[in-house]
């Protein structure tokens, strides 16, 4: 039979089938991952090439992120409506077409216009690939599940640099995001022919449009004012975008406290570990960006390196996330949840805390060893975090915990890069020593947040659902 055509089953989709609808998960979650960070790096060779200045090519970046952020949890609320199995393939179908529109862009508004269709692309992916997961995996290996997956959006958020760098090196802008083309396509089959079908009650509900557009509307002037802050926009636009926030950000949670099914989930906010798990991701990935988007200034800055060697230097955070994701996966299914990430994010913090300490001029093996540490505190972490949060959700409300979870990821690392790019200003000196110290004292933070867990998860580590 084939597995596309399947209705979720109560213990998961039998293996091999399990295998290939997980790869297909993969090879999408990549794509949109990776695409968030790849851009970076060739900002000024993009700025270069289209004759714009690197204060307009960042919007470049910013239209990707700034779709995804808005979108995402609208388009985990049509998961929960019509389906994820079709909300992914429609997102992977988007991302693969505007991709080549990206690579064949001829001027930076072309370029512009086609990142922010790839961001909605790269949004419907995200919003509903855990939901997946859900299904994909029995209930007794779901924090195996949950661990890969943490593991691809790890690994790729963190690789995209070094691979940037490595495409720059051989080749034009172009091909970053042509290399999406193939690769898009050939998840769209697997995933058409392997994705399970989760059951749906027909004409139960519909999708809330005023919620949308005010979902929208609130995310988008959350971005707004962080941006604002750390570009010297006028002080004054600033101030009306934060009013306008307070007062639309209001009335959307007042409104979503009386549906339902809320686009914003309100409702699963009210489930004690889901929130602190919640609160725990925000501050964490928070804490990450302070570390990624500095460190290459002080590689590159302080120590001279060029991009490719800067990207190798990192690549040991990824590698140390690919060993102790998967391994936090088997764990949580013995430690409690909220014990296993404290010690994660303890073990991150010490990590940034002596990256903090490197000396004037350390050694390759100086930087590896606590870059390494970082991402092996990480990758301990994310695993049963991410476990806790989709598990505390009721079944039908899997889209709703996926989309917040990458929309609380989403947030966190614009917020971090916006705080970074304040403390360079406030630090021209050293601004990434302090970058890497505050995210040490974040990273503390989240361990506590982590460790108020531990009476809310019962006896139990990480519980899957009942059924429905």
Request: charged letters at 10%.
């Amino acid at each position: 039979m084939n597995p596309a055509k399947m209705k979720q089953n109560q213990d998961g989709m039998p293996m091999p089938s399990r295998l290939w609808a997980i790869a297909s998960i993969g090879f999408g979650i990549t794509l949109s991952v990776l695409d968030g960070a790849i851009a970076n790096v060739a900002l000024p060779t993009i700025a270069s090439d289209l004759n714009t200045t690197p204060t307009y090519s960042i919007w470049v970046v910013n239209a990707y992120q700034l779709a995804m952020t808005i979108s995402l949890l609208s388009m985990s609320s049509i998961g929960d409506i019509y389906g994820y199995r079709k909300v992914y393939i429609a997102g992977l179908a988007l991302f693969t077409c505007t991709s080549l529109f990206c690579a064949l862009s001829t001027s930076l508004p072309m370029l512009i216009v086609a990142r922010g269709l790839q961001g909605f692309g790269a949004a419907a992916i995200t919003s509903v690939n855990t939901a997946l997961v859900r299904i994909i995996y029995p209930s007794h290996f779901l924090s195996r599940g949950i661990g890969l997956n943490a593991l691809i959006v790890s690994v790729a958020s963190a690789a995209g640099p070094t691979i940037a760098a490595m495409i720059l090196s051989v080749t034009t802008w172009q091909w970053l995001f042509a290399v999406n083309i193939p690769i898009g396509i050939a998840a769209f089959f697997m995933s058409c022919k392997f994705l399970p079908a989760n059951p749906i009650k027909r004409n139960e509900r519909t999708f809330d449009k005023l919620g949308g557009v005010m979902n929208a509307l609130t995310f988008a002037l959350v971005i707004g004012v962080i941006e604002g802050f750390t570009h010297d926009f006028n002080i004054f636009l600033i101030l009306l975008a934060f009013v306008a926030l307070m007062v639309i950000g209001y009335l959307y949670i007042r409104r979503e406290r009386k549906q339902e099914y809320p686009i914003f989930p309100v409702d699963l906010l009210r489930i004690p570990a889901f929130s602190l798990s919640i609160l725990t991701s925000l501050i964490s990935f928070f804490a990450q960006m302070l570390a990624m988007v500095s460190l290459p200034f002080f590689l590159q800055g302080a120590m001279g390196r060029n991009a490719v060697s800067t990207g190798l230097l990192i690549t040991p955070w990824p590698l140390a996330t690919m060993v102790f994701a998967p391994l936090a996966g088997v764990l949580v299914t013995k430690i409690n949840a909220g014990v296993l990430g404290g010690v994660g994010l303890s073990i991150f913090a010490v990590g940034l805390f002596l990256l903090g300490q490197l000396p004037a001029h350390p050694t390759d093996l100086d930087i590896i060893w606590r870059v390494a540490l970082c991402g092996a505190g990480f990758g301990l972490f994310q695993t049963p975090n991410n476990s806790t949060i989709i598990s505390s959700a009721p079944n039908t409300r899997s889209g709703g915990a996926s989309g917040m979870l990458g929309t609380t990821r989403l947030v966190g690392q614009t917020t971090g890069a916006a705080v970074v790019a304040l403390l360079f200003k406030l630090f021209p000196d050293n601004g990434t020593h302090v970058s890497l110290f505050l995210g040490s004292g974040i990273a503390v933070l989240a361990a506590f947040v982590s460790l108020l867990r531990i009476g809310k998860l019962g006896t139990s580590p990480v519980k899957a659902t009942p059924p429905e």
